[in-house]
């Protein structure tokens, strides 16, 4: 067990690692001067040269990266250009919208789509299973901004339920805070959820095909006591796979999301740098993205060893 | 009155009938066996009384259970049967338990489900059922999984959970086919115990007529989801008045008629007689241990300790012992396909221990494998043309299209298949058949030795015979070697000259295959020769009881 833990401990952080040099490559890659990109052509060359020095610039690569990565381990991220004020505190500001919204946008997929995978497992080939399976593929095909445009136009033009956008920050309140959030997360889930369901459904199928599965039946356990208590747990370790791998789609569309909802988080911060072409913030964000989901999959594999017994005791 | 009453069963799955006009009766106390080839319908009679047959089946018939109408029952009233008044063991130890959940919650769950006792309560019974079926506390807490037991114990827990609740009716659906013969004797004593202790009906179901002569006091031979017999064991069997019976039998006795060419007296040094073909000197293969911590390993495993032996060619030699005991470990180390630890094998005089693949490709060419199973050693996709020629990559010269063609046809005409064959794929084989195919694939290359892992368990009697013919046809015919692995002594004693008794990773005993089978002089041998089921004596202990 801990040697399994001590392994996939390494790959995370040899991934970490690995990734930081591609993202911190890609600087370098990009043709032309860094600091007269983020200026413009109008800029002038001392104006430039200020930069690049701001920027390090002039400093030797290896030098140049082994500084921006201690800088990010002390999460001294550097100054963005655009904002003249230090990385870390945009993201401090813009972390607490990201983060609760992509936590409540997994548990909504979750919880939707490992109920909905049940109901079909259960009932395959007939009509519920047909229904809610031709429901997940729509899920699985519609753009989750689509999503998010009929919830406002449902929930929020129509009902008046909930805002149809913008943030008004936790200090007013968790309530009105959440339930500004409500339909960002609902529409960051239903893609998720679908793929999540049609994974459940087939992983339950194949588990139930088991041998184990009959012994359960021939003890006397109803097919629904059989479903929950012997199926679930043994069909979740791919169920978990997929959510670890879809984490990182869920990042992805919360910059799309945030932008349909106008969330200040971390997406909407991501793509501002873009069009701005602030890359020191795109830079740094980008590796905290990176960060999240390889620590999202570390908890995967953790988990893989809570739910099967088999790689707790092998090697 | 009959505990459990089958009258006049027709099953059909799908529009496909499966059985018809099946009557079968269990007592209590009475143990019933059911006999019967692969797609006979003996599980699918064994489902139909649980009731957990796939959703298209359509039974019609009679099936009364303890007074209840099992057929016309709710799905309610038969999950109150199920694991309450009729349990089920099933064939697979390794697949039947729940890898994730502890063997004790799989024998308190279904006490606590039909019992409604509180879960300390059910433990407790739980605990006293699998010391019953010989599972201590102390080795075998309630917090085990079942990955860590063997299959034999695995088998146990399945019994457990089974009979937690004191059945009226058990069903035994081949509950021994997976085991060796010690653990098969083992769990049959169980079964017997258990059927004595609560006066529970025994339904066992089983290929083998010798298991179910020992066990059963009636017999229902099913063929073709018809009973084609059904009757006192020991009459059934002894008169064998029905010619399937008869047939039966006859298949599960059967030994080939062979010319002992290469029989040699038990200690006289076979290196005289001829030269060798194989040589395997103080060959061992230590396995290292588990990881217990980052730095620290526990001891290695010896899977083969210090074995020599040699044989010659045409020589066919049978390697026995219980599962776990070395005999596939040795196999893989004779085929070159892992390395030993220390010792040396030399085939035809040339050293192939820890060679190269380069250097190895003249030796495999002269010695080939066929596995247990027939349906899983083929890739489904191919053709069988490819599939039986897969060996000729290691000859000297590629053959072109046409001779490989030529071979091929040659090889599945000597394993009794037609060359018009070459065009199928392996799904539109029987299991005899496929077995066929793989025996062509093996002497294809015309090889000196073949080594076969336990080559018939997976076949039906009649279709064993008919693959152990063909055994002992090509060794007369090619001359070829055999290393025969197995746990089967029947198997060792229709088709081999010498036998090697192997345990814990050693050869404890070896001699002449019927010298040692008759008079084994190890406590490993003998304890194999007492397990293993027979039919002849079985018959006759049955007739010496009744008289």
């Known amino acids: 067990m801990t040697a399994y833990l001590l392994k996939r401990l390494a790959i995370a952080v040899a991934t970490l690692v690995l990734a930081s040099m591609v993202v911190f490559a890609v600087l370098e890659i990009i043709p032309g001067d860094p600091a007269r990109l983020m200026l413009g052509m109008n800029a002038s060359a001392e104006q430039v040269e200020l930069l690049r020095n701001q920027m390090g610039l002039n400093t030797p690569l290896a030098l140049r990266y082994l500084h921006w990565a201690s800088g990010l381990l002390s999460l001294d991220f550097g100054r963005s250009y655009t904002y003249s004020v230090p990385v870390i505190d945009l993201v401090r500001e813009r972390v607490v919208v990201s983060l609760p919204l992509a936590l409540i946008a997994l548990a909504l997929s979750t919880l939707i789509a490992i109920p909905v995978g049940l109901f079909s497992a259960g009932r395959r080939g007939r009509a519920g299973d047909t229904i809610a399976m031709g429901a997940a593929q729509l899920g699985v095909a519609v753009p989750n901004f689509w999503f998010a445009l009929m919830l406002i136009y449902l929930f929020a033009v129509w009902l008046r339920l909930v805002p149809s956008g913008g943030f008004p920050g936790w200090s007013v309140g968790v309530w ?103 890359l020191i913030v795109v830079e740094s964000v980008v590796m905290l993205l990176v960060a999240a989901v390889i620590i999202v999959n570390l908890l995967v594999d953790l988990s893989y060893a809570i739910v099967d017994p088999r790689l707790r005791s092998r090697q | 009155m009959s505990l ?11 529009g496909t009938p499966i059985l018809r006009n099946i009557e079968l009766s269990v007592s209590p106390g009475e143990v019933m066996g059911l006999v019967g080839e692969s797609g006979s319908g003996k599980s699918m009679t064994a489902l139909t009384i649980m ?33 309450d008044d009729i349990g089920m063991v099933f064939q697979e130890p390794m697949t039947a338990l729940n890898p994730v959940k502890t063997i004790g919650e799989q024998v308190a769950e279904g006490i606590r489900w039909h019992t409604r006792a509180s879960r300390a309560d059910a433990e407790e019974r739980a605990r006293k059922m699998l010391d019953r079926v010989g599972l201590p506390s102390a080795q075998f807490p309630l917090s085990r999984y079942p990955h860590e037991l063997s299959g034999g114990q695995r ?115 076979l290196l005289q007689v001829a030269k060798p073909l194989l040589q395997v000197e103080r060959v061992t293969r230590d396995y290292p241990g588990r990881r217990t911590s980052l730095f620290k390993r526990s001891a290695p495993t010896r899977a083969v300790d210090n074995v020599s032996f040699s044989m010659i060619s045409g020589q066919s030699v049978a390697l026995v012992g219980r599962s776990g005991c070395g005999k596939s470990t040795l196999a893989r180390l004779v085929l070159a396909l892992d390395e030993p630890t220390s010792g040396a094998i030399r085939f035809r005089g040339q050293d192939i221990a820890g060679k190269s693949e380069a250097d190895l490709k003249s030796a495999r060419r002269d010695m080939q494998v066929v596995f247990q199973d027939p349906y899983g050693s083929f890739d489904p996709r191919q053709k069988v043309e490819r599939l039986v020629a897969e060996p000729l990559h290691v000859l000297e010269r590629k053959p072109d299209s046409a001779e490989r063609r030529e071979m091929v046809a040659k090889a599945l005409h000597e394993v009794g298949l037609s060359p018009r064959d070459m065009d199928k794929y392996p799904h539109e084989f029987s299991g005899g058949q496929r077995q066929r195919l793989s025996i062509a694939r093996a002497i294809i290359t015309r090889p000196k030795l073949v080594v076969a892992d336990e080559p018939v368990s997976a076949l039906d009697v009649s279709i064993r015979a008919q693959i152990l013919d063909l055994f002992a046809g090509l060794n007369q015919k090619l001359g070829i070697a055999y290393l025969f692995i197995t746990h089967d002594l029947t198997v060792a004693r229709a088709i081999t000259d010498e036998v090697m008794v192997m345990h814990d990773g050693r050869i404890v005993e070896r001699g002449k295959t019927s010298e040692v089978l008759d008079h084994p002089q190890s406590e490993a041998a003998r304890a194999l020769v007492t397990a293993a089921p027979d039919l002849h004596r079985a018959i006759a202990r049955r007739l010496r009881e009744q008289e």
């Open chain 1, 176 to 278: 009105p805070a959440l339930k500004a959030l409500v339909l960002p997360a609902i529409a960051l889930a239903l893609p998720q959820a679908a793929i999540l369901a049609r994974v459940t459904r087939s992983a339950l199928i194949e588990v139930l095909n088991e041998d184990y599965i009959r012994t359960a039946r021939a003890k006397g356990l109803p097919y629904r006591a059989v479903l929950w208590r012997h199926a679930l747990r043994n069909a979740m370790i791919p169920v978990l796979t997929i959510l670890g791998l879809q984490f990182a789609f869920l990042l992805a569309g919360t910059i799309i999301i945030e932008n349909v909802f106008y969330l200040p988080g971390l997406g909407r911060l991501v793509f501002q740098a873009i069009t701005q072409r602030d």
């Open chain 2, 4 to 14: 459990l009453e089958i009258g006049n069963l027709s099953l059909s799955i799908g």
């Open chain 2, 51 to 83: 009731q957990l047959l796939p959703w298209v089946a359509r039974a019609t018939g009679r099936v009364t259970f303890d007074g209840v109408d099992i057929l016309a029952a709710s799905e309610d009233q038969m999950c109150a049967l199920r694991g």
């Open chain 2, 155 to 269: 088998q146990r827990v399945v019994i457990a959970i089974a009979c937690a609740l004191k059945p009226k009716l058990l069903i035994a659906d081949e509950p021994t086919t997976a085991l060796d013969v010690v653990l098969q004797a083992q769990i049959l004593d169980l079964l017997r115990d258990l059927v004595a202790e609560n006066r529970m009906g025994l339904l066992l179901i089983s290929h083998d007529l010798a298991v179910v002569t020992e066990m059963a006091d009636r017999i229902t031979i099913l063929r073709h989801g018809e009973v084609m017999e059904a009757g006192d064991t020991a009459r059934t069997l002894s008169e064998q008045l029905h010619p399937y019976t008869r047939q039966l039998a006859q298949a599960s006795m059967h030994v080939p008629a062979r010319a002992k060419t290469y029989e040699v007296g038990q200690g006289k040094p």
